[in-house]
């Protein structure tokens, strides 16, 4: 067994110095049949550690249920960073911000009325207890002084930008050490002096987030930091695109600049991020300034290793750097391979039963327990209903309105719009999506669905009633368009989805849900993982809710992520 402990100056393996060289991969962004591929490619730009998050939320959607399935299997993945000869670090949060879905925090636990989040609350601090437990029976007998690979395990996240609760703190460490993690204990801020100090304790190690400027970082990083390694926990080597904006990128060379600039001075680095991955399914975040953005299905992020697990150019420059400090493999992986092209025709999907009960009134997602992404409200229009104003407190995210079967227009929160004029008739339905929750700040756990009062010319009709509406049973749902189609392959293979032409919805692959689609950009490509596909036989599920249906289906050789914006 080995030991590994934080020195005066350096990190101590086995009592001798070692600079960690790591790379963020979160396995809950990568298909599990692709965790081992994504691994070899770390060590082979010259790696020493992985990095990961782990996602409360993916692993406990529903109270109680807790799995460790469907590629959430943490335990597996440690042990496969293992085998190819590297560490571990790992960040279980609680709160992971991460432009993912609620920062990671479950919606059932952030709908508790009256909650207090991340800070000292009795219900608040009980859930976080059993959940951190959880985690750690997985982490604590794979630490590296226990035979393991785990060298570092972080508390909270960023915390200095949110709280300054150091009592929610202590009690984060004492569940961490109570659970039998013996490892260091980090925490990481951006290198200003206000979150540095709020965002720590004695004994546990300060480390920084930032992607430039590296002699300045540190040196605030070290005044509040006398002893120790020094290091960069979140190198940003690029970063997150949302809905309507553009791909983001960075300049590899002066990303590799940048990163030399760090190692120069001697620090510890994990890059952020190595691998980005995907937002599967529908787990992407948001963010909320003033404008609600929420964030793409790519998770691509410019980084050393694209979405599908291919080296770009900054992974070749970060190698040359690395490679300058610490010995890399002989071995590169091979260059990108062109995806076949093909196109698939599409057809009206049979109705499907639907099993979702209504209830009554008018609830959001929470008092509904719908873990989906839509929900459908429906009234009666008045007597003899001639036309007129519908309003609504705030829509979130999206609204379809139908007026007797028939669509008429809809509301968006990224567009603050709140009124919408209706036609004359007798049966109004309203469908809303979920977009996509806020990760970030004082948003953090918000209710969806429609929010505050609800009236047609001022009057709030009585009769509401609220239906969850599951994709798995979309095509019974008369306010979307749902194709399928079939198509072969010789071998399981990557895939690029191209979306260009179609409006807005998901796509299902066999029964995996790839994620959203958007005509609203920059995105327009979705990937598809090879583990997805099979020889033979493949569907492909497409639910559109902005348009009439695609009736074909187009796979492309590369992806396309919008115009670039450096």
Known sequence: MSTFAIGDRDFLLDGRPHRVISGALHYFRVHPGDWADRIRKA????????????AWNAHEPVEGQWSESDGLDLGRFLDLVAAEGMHAIVRPGPYICAEWHNGGLPTWLTAIPGIRLRRTDAVYQAALETYLRRV???????????GGNVI???????????????????????????????????????????????GSLPGLHLTGSFGSRAQERLATLRAHQPTGPLMCSEFWDGWFDWWGGQHHTTDAATAARELDDLLAAGAS???????????????????????????TTSYDYDAPLDEAGDP????????EVIAKYSPVPAETPAAAARRPEFTVDLAAAGAASASSAARAGIATFEEARHTGTLLRYECSLPDRFAGGVLEVGEIRDQAWVSVDGIRVGSLSRTRHEHALRLPAGRHLSILVEEQGRVNYDDRLGEAKGLIGPVTVDGIEPSDWRT??????????????????????????????????????GYVFVGDFLLG???S???????????????AGRNTITVIELDQPRPVTARFVATAELGPLHE
């Open 43 to 54: 060590r082979l730009m010259g790696l020493n550690t992985i990095e990961t998050y782990v």
């Open 516 to 518: 959203r689609y958007w």
């Open 467 to 504: 239906t969850p509406v599951l994709l798995a049973e979309a095509a019974a749902a008369r306010e979307v368009f749902v194709s399928e189609g079939d198509f072969d392959l010789d071998a399981p293979t990557d895939l690029f989805l191209d979306t260009n032409g179609w409006g807005k």
């Open 152 to 198: 570092l395990v972080q508390i909270e996240n960023e915390y200095g930008a949110y709280g300054s609760d150091k009592e929610y703190l202590a009690e984060l460490v004492r569940v961490t050490r109570d659970s039998g993690i013996t490892v260091p204990l980090t925490t990481v801020d951006q290198p200003e002096d206000d979150m540095l100090s709020a």
């Open 136 to 146: 750690y029976r997985t982490v604590a007998p794979r630490q590296i002084d226990r």
């Open 269 to 295: 680095v994990n890059i952020y991020m190595f691998h980005g991955g995907t937002n599967f399914g529908t787990t992407n975040g948001a963010n909320d300034k003033g404008r609600y953005l929420p964030i």
């Open 520 to 534: 609203n950009g920059p995105q327009r490509t979705l990937y598809v993982p090879a583990p997805v596909t099979r």
């Open 312 to 319: 770009t150019e900054k992974f070749h420059a970060f190698r």
